[in-house]
């Protein structure tokens, strides 16, 4: 049997903690599932190759972050591609839960539309800390350090951000 | 409190950034505070429906990432001797060197041995004939006249 080596149990410690919310982040950015799968497939290759020279272990899950907004940043420069309005999946699906009723689920369709409609419509600058936030799980601080602004810019803009989103929630609901 | 100061306090909660002790103080002032409470609900809301946003995380890019990994690790473990090939051409180079200087200096010392033995067997040959010549005894010569004149 092949030895296994601890820099791969290592690895992939962080990569089962980290894998869903890399990708959700990415995904929600760039709004291409193909595309995010590369991004992803080099982030976590680049992560592999650098970790030994990751001396602060806990500073990795900004290491990650930041690494995939500059992956991200950098892609969306040199591409210059125009980021669709709608996710790549189809946006009138609904996908009925078992315990859900089918009112229940297209009200939830329509939520789920609706929040990523508007958060498509948002510049990158004020849409990224709710990103990192919501599907980063990061705190404050950590968001602040991959974005390299100050902690409470952060909250600023997760204010602002949510405040809108909650704004058109509650005119959805009514 | 404040309404504002509440909402900040709400954000913080769902944000799980809100230290424990201060729990029981968020839920006593909600009670109290209908605006709070309706900012509680639409947060609520909020959080719920990114949820369900959320994707997991596709099973034939896990495959990708782990197979690319493995390959990785594969090349980092087996040839370490390509992975710098200015530090072993350099590493060699000073092993071949260490070797012709201990030859040398082997060789050298060895040289210096018999040079000294030589050197000690002249000297000794040198006293030898000195030795010899010391033996015989002094001879003088004088000249003869009577040579028929």
Redesign the interface.
Known sequence: MQKV?S??IE?TLY?NKY??KL??FV??VIQN?MLT?DI??DI??KF??NLNLIRNKDSIPCWLFKLARNEVNTFLRNKNIKVDQFNTSDPYEINILSNMNLIESYE?SE??KI??TKLNSMPLEQKEPFLL???GGL??KEIAQVMDVDEELV?SR??KT?QK??SL??VA?R | MSTSELKTMIEKYFDNELEKKYEPLLFAELSSNAEARNFFKEMNLLKHSIQQTEEEFPIDLEEKILYSVKLENDKKHSIPIIKNVPAMISYALTVIFLTMTIIFFTETKELKGNLKETINKVKEQEETIELLFNRYKEIEITSNKNNGG
């Open positions: 080596s820099e791969i690895f990569y894998k869903r990708f959700n995904n929600k599932k799968e992803i497939q976590f290759l592999f190759k939830l939520i789920k929040i990523m936030k919501e599907y705190s404050y909250k997760l204010y949510r989103l909650i929630l509650s609901i």
